[in-house]
């Protein structure tokens, strides 16, 4: 009996670390996808700076070309 009980919770506590690990996993995965939405957010963000300093350069020369 002490042999099945010993077995048994050896099982449970193998399931509870997979649960555990497979929950790390996910929470990671998580943190995966949301760091490269805000790289895409930070990257959107520059190309359109980018994008109005070059039409700010290019509404000054066609004021005052040189």
């Known amino acids: 009996m002490d042999e099945r009980l010993s077995l048994l919770s050896a099982i449970v506590i193998g399931l509870l670390a997979g649960l ?3 929950s790390l996993a996910l929470i990671a995965m998580w943190f ?3 760091s490269a939405f805000m790289d895409q957010i ?3 963000e520059a190309n359109a700076k980018k994008r109005a300093e070059y039409a ?3 509404a000054g020369l066609a004021k005052d070309p040189k």
């Open 20 to 22: 555990s690990l497979s």
């Open 32 to 34: 995966d996808e949301t």
């Open 42 to 44: 930070r990257l959107k």
């Open 56 to 58: 700010k350069t290019m």
